[in-house]
């Protein structure tokens, strides 16, 4: 796989994202995952990713606080 804004070279990395082969210039690092460094979207996509296990675990505590009420 080739970078998706550098035809000529490999791609080192694929964002987590938008699924597109980046080089080692072109891609961004977000708690580990690969992200295109100048596309926003991408880094908000990882953004909303982060914060889905903290929602679950809210909504698992709800969950459990409805069982106890009931
Ligand atoms: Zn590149
Ligand atoms: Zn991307």
Redesign the pocket.
């Known amino acids: 796989m080739k970078c998706y804004n550098h035809h000529d070279r490999d791609a080192f990395g694929i ?6 082969g ?1 080089c080692l210039e072109c891609l961004d690092e977000h708690d580990g995952a690969v ?2 460094k100048d ?1 926003p ?2 880094k908000n996509f990882m953004k909303c990713l982060s914060i889905l296990p903290f929602l679950s675990f809210c909504i698992l505590l709800i969950i459990l606080f409805m069982l106890i009420v009931d």
């Open positions: 964002c987590r994202a938008c699924g597109k980046l992200v295109c596309n979207k991408c």
